[in-house]
Nanobody, 115 residues
C-alpha cells in the first residue's frame, strides 16, 4: 500500500492550492479516504474525508466552505482543493486510509500560507 501526496507549496493568504494523493496496492474505489494536517508544533487534525462513491464528504469546521475533497477512482487518486487559504492553514497535509490490514498514511506535503 502506498499513498503519495503532492501539490503543496508556498502561497499567499487568499490563494489556492490543489493537493493530490496517488494511491496503489489496494482497491481504492471501495475505501474511504481522508485528509489530515499537522500545523507546526501541534497535533495532527482531521480535515476532510470522502467515501468510495464520493457521496459523503464531512469536513472540519475550520475548512468548511473553503476546502473541497474529491476523488478519481479511475486514477486511484484523492484530491483536496483549498481556496481562500489563511496563515492558520499552514501545515503538513497527509492522506490516510484504513484497511483491514492496517492504517496507512502518506509522507505528507507541506503547505505554507504567508505573505
Amino acid at each position: 500500500v502506498q499513498l503519495v501526496e503532492s501539490g503543496g507549496g508556498l502561497v499567499q493568504p487568499g490563494g489556492s492550492l490543489r493537493l493530490s494523493c496517488v494511491t496503489s496496492g489496494f482497491a481504492f474505489r471501495n475505501e474511504l479516504m481522508s485528509w489530515f494536517r499537522q500545523p507546526p508544533g501541534k497535533k495532527r487534525e482531521f480535515v476532510a474525508s470522502i467515501d468510495g462513491s464520493g457521496t459523503n464528504t464531512p469536513y472540519a469546521t475550520s475548512v468548511l466552505g473553503r476546502f473541497t475533497i474529491s476523488r478519481d477512482n479511475a486514477k486511484n487518486t484523492v484530491f483536496l482543493q483549498m481556496n481562500n487559504l489563511a496563515p492558520e492553514d499552514t501545515a503538513v497535509y497527509y492522506c490516510k486510509c484504513i484497511l483491514d490490514s492496517g492504517t496507512y498514511w502518506g509522507k505528507g506535503t507541506l503547505v505554507t500560507v504567508s505573505s
